[in-house]
């Protein structure tokens, strides 16, 4: 029998059962979907209860997983039906449910992202991932194996967002480029690959991108405080500095 009487007010409660560790400290600078940037490595600290090898066998077979988490840094008291992604130049509302939007009525993410390893480790169950959309701290509500027969569709239609966003050449200064050989490969696994390809998404707000005024930016990826400038349509880093 179908149950008409479907609560819709409070009526689901879900604990994390894991935390991101992420090379995003923040949110500025974070690619605006997961896979744009394969060295934007994260690691999900399975939390108890749920840290058991049993509920995790098999999972190290599947190359690439779903995570179901909670925008925790982006919650509002009241919701908005529109937002205006940065797709449309920042300028143009549509409906929040025809968008990816990290601000909606329940604030939960959905991100395919790879799974590299999963760890038993000293401080308890790991999995490693790369291609990751998150901030440092993502309450991870549910993962599951992405099924590439159920998943993904051939010539689907993504309405606005048929193609990857746009991106724009990233250049080192000569400083930032001494900055980053001299760090710990180990430390900082990737770390070009990581603040070339996330920059060169562009993480300026929309109406930003028309100011004439050089202006230097900063984002932070791991420890590493990065700042960088619009310079005639590409990117320049300035400087990859260390806490
Ligand atoms: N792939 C996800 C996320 C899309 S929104 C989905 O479709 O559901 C992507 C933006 O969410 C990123 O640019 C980042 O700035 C933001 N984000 C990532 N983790 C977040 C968090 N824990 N809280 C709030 N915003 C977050």
């Known amino acids: 029998m179908v149950n008409e009487n479907i609560p819709h007010k409070n009526a689901y409660q879900f604990n994390a059962i894991g935390r991101v560790h992420s090379c995003y400290q923040e949110k500025f600078g974070i690619p605006r979907q997961p896979g744009l940037v394969p060295e934007a490595r994260a690691s999900i600290e399975i939390l108890s209860p749920y840290d058991r090898d049993e509920a995790f066998r098999g999972l190290e077979s599947v190359s690439h997983i779903w995570l179901v988490f909670v925008f925790h840094q982006a919650m509002r008291e009241q919701w908005r039906p529109t937002v205006r992604p940065p797709r449309l130049g920042g300028n143009q509302r549509i409906g929040v449910f025809a968008t990816r939007s990290n601000f909606r009525p329940n604030p939960i993410g959905l991100s395919l992202v790879t799974l590299e390893t999963v760890e038993r480790r000293e401080n308890g169950l790991w999995l490693d991932v790369r291609g990751a959309d998150l901030l440092q701290g993502t309450p991870i509500i549910d993962i ?4 590439p027969y159920a998943d993904s569709v051939e010539g689907a239609d993504a309405g606005i967002a048929n193609t990857p966003p746009e991106s724009m050449p990233v250049a080192f200064s000569e400083m930032a480029q001494r900055q980053l050989l001299a760090l710990d490969a180990c ?18 707000p929309a109406y930003r991108k028309d100011e004439e005024a050089i202006r230097i930016y900063g984002c932070r990826f791991y420890d590493l405080n990065i700042r960088w400038q619009v310079v005639d349509g590409s990117i320049e880093v300035v400087s990859v500095e260390r806490d």
């Open 144 to 147: 599951k194996p992405y099924l």
């Open 187 to 204: 430390v900082y696994p990737g770390a070009e690959g990581l603040i070339r390809d996330s920059l060169s998404y562009d993480p300026r």
